[in-house]
């Protein structure tokens, strides 16, 4: 069975930083493109940012609200994607949860499965 | 355009037809994709690419496309698909994705 398991939610002061961490069962993890989305309770999904596979280049694009303050790399040895926060704003204040990508260079992209979250709350 | 827009909110009464609709730019290039987002749960895949439904999605979804608008269907649809649903496609530069601001799905 897929899985993926993220981890590393908490509460945190503005301006400090997170590590979030997404690990994945069930599939070569290599072989995929991983993702992270956000959703600020009571709002609608937003795309954080992914990471192509290594095969691709393990290249990485970002939602323009993080860019330069989050940064998502990953382990295949240890089928781990990582979410480094910094900067964090109150803004950022949502559940975080990781995909896999299903993202071909010339077509629709979609995610599949997705994991269940965690709470990331930036507050004073 | 960087936007995916849909409805806030539609009803459908059980067993009948009901179509979410979602507009953008980008779909006159790339399909859709769209997940359903039950309270307290994770987003779940219903439909990608063309028209095609992941292993376990009952065959009462569907999706079409016609210029600016993807749709996703639910013939017959069932107090269980009362959900959000969200579409999601990449943006026009292809290198970034964007999702509507999902719709509300009452079963009546």
């Known amino acids: 069975e897929v899985q993926l398991v993220e981890s590393g939610g908490d509460l945190v002061h503005p301006g400090r930083s997170l590590r979030l961490s997404c690990t994945a069962s069930g599939f070569t993890f290599g072989d995929y493109a991983m993702s992270w989305f956000s959703q600020a309770p009571g709002k609608g999904l937003e795309w954080v940012g992914l990471?192509?596979?290594?095969?691709?280049?393990?290249?990485?694009e970002y939602a323009a609200s993080v860019k330069g303050r989050f940064t998502i790399s990953r382990d295949d040895s240890k089928s781990i994607a990582y979410l480094q926060m910094n900067s964090l704003r109150t803004e950022d204040t949502a559940v975080y949860y990781c995909s896999r990508g299903f993202i071909p260079p010339v077509s629709a992209w979609w995610f599949d499965p997705w994991g269940q979250g965690t709470l990331v709350t930036v507050s004073s | 355009s960087s936007e995916l827009t849909q409805d806030p909110a539609v009803s459908v009464a059980l067993g009948q037809t009901v179509r979410i609709t979602c507009q953008g730019d980008?779909?006159?290039?790339?399909?859709a994709s769209w997940y359903q987002q039950k309270p307290g749960q994770a987003p779940v895949l219903v439909i990608y690419?063309?028209?095609n439904r992941p292993s376990g999605i009952p065959d009462r979804f569907s999706g079409s496309s016609s210029g600016n608008t993807a749709s996703l269907t639910i013939t017959g649809a069932q107090a269980e698909d009362e959900a959000d649903y969200y579409c999601?496609?990449?943006?026009?530069?292809?290198?970034?994705?964007?999702f509507g601001g999902g719709t509300k799905l009452t079963v009546l």
């Open positions: 980008s779909l006159r290039s790339f399909y």
């Open positions: 690419g063309r028209n």
């Open positions: 999601n496609s990449r943006d026009s530069s292809g290198n970034h994705v964007l």
């Open positions: 990471i192509r596979s290594k095969a691709y280049g393990g290249t990485t």
